[in-house]
């Protein structure tokens, strides 16, 4: 039992007591006993106990329809593994008729309070919506979406392979999704001078830096295991680690280290509050570079570049907007430092602040952009509104109170 979930009191005192010393030992009726008296008095951790007791014939005769009473019971009065296997009574047919959108409803529900095997089934459950029907209907046979960073013009298609990624990536899928696999080949021949991606070449930076750049980040935000994408990482690593090696961030230093690492043939330096280096370089520094790489870049007055504009060490204003939408992405970026993540709790903190009445999150209809947000079919009932609010949110608090260790 997760004692940071689980307020503490004499039942949850009992509860405990009940499984260490009738549980543990094998003395299960004694154990269902105890419990049942518990549930009876409307304890949710002891409604799920007995819900469980009923499913597994422990204790007492195996009864589906009171795995379901007793279940129902517990998520009604608010207890996340209630709501979490009650959706799954409902998806599986367990001791009521199979009903999907009861079952959507309660994974909903637990995930809003951190359930992390409920936030993998919604998860799964947004893979299948209509947005991620149509995103692969789109996708070319070789395995992109028309022409590749998001910034450039493109007519051929109407979305870019990055945009495709981008809004694949909060849908949920992974590198064990085909279309994903598709697009992860067709990026790795790219970074291996097998063909070119379609932009225009642009001229502001080495184009050929700028591209690897692009494309590392991209294979590496769904595998860790190309190893053409990880030595760019690696080289990138490098620059960081250099331009911070006096403990703080040096430009100097940086400019150095860019120029003999990477090698460019002229133009501009990518500065290092971009999203491309940003991503790149996650789980590639020590300890100490990662915290003041962090660090550094909280504190940029005008945020990371291509997500968010503002200073990220100070939230936004105004939660109902799309700068907050924005906002949340520069910090799920800096979430995938897992040493630093330390320095992100007050973004947590504020984000718990932030809760509608219903104890969930609801950001209102202008954060809807067709890349973060909808993640449901549609947005016409506030309840699936509020609920993919929660669900993006309720997997980044996730991320920052993991220590990762």
Same mark, same amino acid.
């Given at each position: 039992m997760s004692s940071s979930y689980y307020k503490p009191c004499p039942e949850l005192d009992e509860c405990n007591r009940l499984i260490r010393e009738c549980f543990e030992t094998g003395q299960h009726e004694a154990c269902f006993e105890g419990h049942l008296a518990l549930a009876q008095q409307g304890y949710p951790l002891a409604e799920c106990q007995?819900?469980?007791?009923?499913?597994?014939?422990?204790?007492?005769?195996?009864?589906?329809?009171?795995?379901?009473?007793?279940?129902?019971?517990?998520?009604?009065?608010?207890?996340?593994?209630g709501q979490y296997n009650l959706a799954w009574f409902y998806e599986e047919g367990i001791g009521t008729a199979p009903d999907h959108d009861s079952a959507w409803y309660w994974y909903r529900q637990a995930e809003g309070q951190g359930h992390n095997l409920a936030l993998k089934k919604c998860d799964a459950m947004y893979r299948d919506g209509k947005?991620?029907?149509?995103?692969?209907?789109?996708?070319?046979?070789?395995?992109?979406?028309?022409?590749?960073?998001?910034?450039?013009?493109?007519?051929?298609?109407?979305?870019?392979?990055?945009?495709?990624?981008?809004?694949? @990536?909060?849908?949920?899928?992974? @590198?064990?999704?085909?279309?994903?696999?598709?697009?992860?080949?067709?990026?790795?021949?790219?970074?291996?001078?097998?063909?070119?991606?379609?932009?225009?070449?642009?001229?502001?930076?080495?184009?050929?830096?700028?591209?690897?750049?692009?494309?590392?980040?991209?294979?590496?935000?769904?595998?860790?295991?190309n190893e053409r994408a990880n030595e760019v990482a690696r080289r990138w690593a490098e620059v960081v680690t250099a331009a911070f090696a006096g403990g703080s961030y040096g430009q100097e230093a940086y400019e150095a280290a860019y120029r003999?690492?990477?090698?460019?043939?002229?133009?501009?330096?990518?500065?290092?509050?971009?999203?491309?280096p940003v991503s790149l370089v996650s789980g590639c520094l020590d300890p100490k570079t990662e915290?003041?790489?962090?660090?550094?870049?909280?504190?940029?007055?005008?945020?990371?570049?291509?997500?968010?504009?503002?200073?990220?060490?100070?939230?936004?204003?105004?939660?109902?907007?799309?700068?907050?939408?924005?906002?949340?992405?520069?910090?799920?970026?800096?979430?995938?430092?897992?040493?630093?993540?330390?320095?992100?709790?007050?973004?947590?903190?504020?984000?718990?602040?932030?809760?509608? @009445?219903?104890?969930?999150w609801d950001m209102g209809k202008s954060v809807s952009d067709k890349l973060c947000f909808p993640l449901s079919d549609d947005w016409r009932r506030r309840e699936t509104r509020e609920a993919d609010c929660t669900h993006r949110i309720s997997k980044l608090i996730q991320t920052i109170m993991d220590k990762g260790e």
């Open positions: 007995i819900g469980y007791f009923y499913l597994e014939g422990l204790g007492i005769e195996r009864d589906t329809a009171q795995a379901f009473h007793w279940t129902e019971r517990a998520a009604r009065h608010g207890d996340r593994d947005w991620a029907r149509q995103l692969i209907a789109l996708q070319q046979e070789d395995g992109k979406w028309g022409t590749f960073h998001s910034m450039s013009q493109f007519y051929d298609a109407p979305v870019t392979t990055e945009q495709a990624l981008r809004r694949l @990536e909060y849908l949920g899928f992974t @590198e064990e999704d085909d279309c994903i696999l598709k697009a992860l080949a067709y990026m790795d021949g790219c970074l291996a001078g097998k063909n070119a991606i379609p932009d225009h070449r642009e001229k502001i930076h080495d184009w050929d830096v700028f591209t690897d750049l692009i494309l590392s980040t991209w294979i590496r935000r769904f595998t860790g295991g003999e690492i990477l090698r460019p043939w002229g133009g501009r330096l990518v500065g290092l509050a971009n999203f491309y915290n003041a790489f962090v660090e550094y870049l909280l504190h940029q007055e005008h945020g990371i570049y291509y997500i968010y504009d503002g200073v990220i060490a100070n939230p936004p204003p105004v939660f109902e907007s799309r700068e907050a939408s924005r906002y949340l992405s520069a910090l799920e970026l800096l979430a995938r430092y897992r040493h630093a993540r330390g320095q992100l709790r007050f973004a947590a903190e504020w984000l718990d602040g932030c809760r509608n @009445e219903n104890g969930r």
